[in-house]
């Protein structure tokens, strides 16, 4: 039997005609994964369960270890971090069972099943291939959001609120366009409806930006500036950026050199403004795209 190259296949089997007391197994390999990154539905952008629901228990273990140490939001998210990276699901038994039970409905474009995250479509789409769901969907992702972005939104004002909404669902968005994008071709560019909060062009291999841990990272990272000045965050007032300020020490946080590659960008979309905002302005929305772009 040929070797089938469509990135739909989940595995390939061979069968043999064989003798009635001919005992040995005919081979079966396994490592086919579904390379087809499905569309979202609609009504779960700008959700955090988008990228992760916490079904797993060393998840929410995790979790409430972290908030019984009182441990700082920098050494929380770091902690996080390990968990996400070192975590394999397939170990979780439960879960395996519960999502295999629903597989045919979270594979499917624009599922609304309860169940359905991009982590556990990721999931259903691999089995037995050695791929695992990158971990971007857990901390920088579901953590992240569910954490930092649900303790600061009460916090906030009115028009910093519709920043934090607007932001998280522009997050998604631009992380479903490159997806998108990466099923068609080996390159991915994003630009933002409004010019001058600028774009990015990304090399990448057809169907292999969700397989690859640290690329897949890069991506969402450069999508950051775009979707922050989406939102709106160049006309917050002074409070709301003080209170974005007062979050996470963000040199902490670690993948500065990532971040590097998003300088240029961000800054020059900023200057972009021109006039529009005032020097003053200018450097205060500096500080803040600098602090989250470093977390």
Known sequence: MAENKNPKVIGVFHSYMTPAGYTQRAEAETGRCNLNVPPAADSIIGQCEYYYRPLNCGYTETVE???LSNASSAAAFAAIKV????????????????????????IPPNCTDSDWSR???????????????????????????????????????SAGRAWLRKARWALQNYMEDGLSQN??????ELTSQNPRNGSFRMEMPQYQLEVSEENFKKFAFRTHPLAYLDGGLAWLNPVDMALILSGPAAEEWGDVDTYKQVGSSMWGALKNYG???SDESSELVNRVLNRLMNK
């Open 65 to 67: 270890k972290i908030k």
């Open 83 to 106: 968990f996400a990276r070192d975590f394999n699901p397939w170990k979780d038994v439960e879960v395996i069972e519960r999502l295999l039970k629903r597989r045919d409905k979270l």
């Open 119 to 157: 982590h556990s479509n990721f999931m259903m789409r691999h089995i037995g291939c050695g791929h695992k769901p990158p971990s971007y969907y857990i901390s920088y992702g579901y953590y992240y959001c569910s954490n930092y972005g649900a303790d600061l939104y009460p916090r906030l004002s």
């Open 183 to 188: 099923m068609r071709r080996d390159v991915i």
């Open 275 to 277: 006039g529009a905002i």
